[in-house]
């Protein structure tokens, strides 16, 4: 039995990239109790100086899958070997993206995964394989920078997906102590979506009292069942929080940003 030539090319592997966030924070040099600083960062690549393609430039962690394995695993696997970053972070697949000439090497379609993880897990970066180095950039800088191939779209796409989440769900969660001040949520919230900017009266009011919102959060209580409170932001103490396991099938904290 004779064969026919093939008819499809085979790919040298679909690439992945991967654009991971988190919020870092910065205390304030005062002598007063505040709360420090937060900030958005997202981790890049500086691609190896022998590279085909932008060698020397900043760029989303990737690279290229292999037939033995899921996109997922190629993922995975770019992460570990351009950073260092391990399976702890819980990335998600966003979209498929492809047009003539997005690569000057050739035609190179690219599925694009992300994640907003807690610092604690970014805290042994380490560039090996084809980057030269590692390292989080401030969101604002990272936009600002020339990228490699169309990665400034992929960033700006990951960072849209990242802040309707955070809209949406309860994500800022993760970025918060069990018992929480109404303050320190608010700030989660405003350091991934700067356009949220709801007074804080208000927010607590909505939060608090929209009927599709009733539940997401509750008083923190002592063993006494009264409300508990905190002074480790501020010198008057602030009631405290905690989320309860409900999840409004809604923005949860605005519906008028995405």
């Known amino acids: 039995m004779t064969h026919e030539a093939p008819k499809y090319r085979t790919p040298d592997g679909l690439p992945v990239d991967i654009a991971i966030f988190t919020i870092t924070s910065h205390a304030k040099p005062s002598n007063y ?3 420090a600083d937060r900030r958005l960062d997202v981790l890049l690549v500086k691609r190896s100086a022998s590279s085909e393609a932008y060698p020397g ?3 989303l962690p990737g690279g290229f899958s292999g037939e033995e394995e899921t996109l997922l695993e ?3 696997r770019e992460l570990k070997e351009e950073t260092n970053v391990d399976r702890d972070v819980m990335i998600e697949q966003i979209k498929t993206v492809y047009y ?3 690569d000057p090497r050739g035609w190179m379609p690219s599925v694009l995964y992300c994640a ?3 610092e604690e897990y970014l805290l042994d970066l380490a560039a090996d394989t084809d980057a030269d180095e590692v390292r989080l950039f401030p969101i604002e800088e990272a936009l600002q920078l020339q990228l490699a191939f169309d990665h400034n779209d992929l960033l700006q796409d990951a960072l849209t997906y990242v802040r309707g989440k955070m809209m949406a ?4 969660k993760q970025f918060l102590p069990v018992e929480f001040t109404i303050r320190e949520l608010y700030q989660v919230i405003q350091t991934v979506v700067p356009a949220f900017e709801e007074d804080l009266p208000n927010f607590k009011r909505n939060l608090l009292t929209t009927k ?3 539940g997401l ?3 923190a209580l002592d063993k006494d069942g009264q409300p508990k409170a905190t002074d480790r932001n501020s010198n008057r103490p602030a009631q405290l929080y905690t989320y309860t396991d409900y999840e409004p099938n809604i923005s949860i904290y605005n519906s008028g940003l995405f």
Request: hydrophobic share 45%; net charge positive.
């Open 74 to 76: 190629a993922a995975y």
């Open 57 to 59: 430039y900043w760029a």
């Open 217 to 219: 959060i509750k008083e």
């Open 33 to 35: 109790k505040m709360l």
């Open 212 to 214: 599709t919102r009733q």
């Open 100 to 102: 003539p000439g997005r």
């Open 116 to 118: 907003l993880v807690k």
């Open 169 to 172: 769900t309860t994500l800022a």
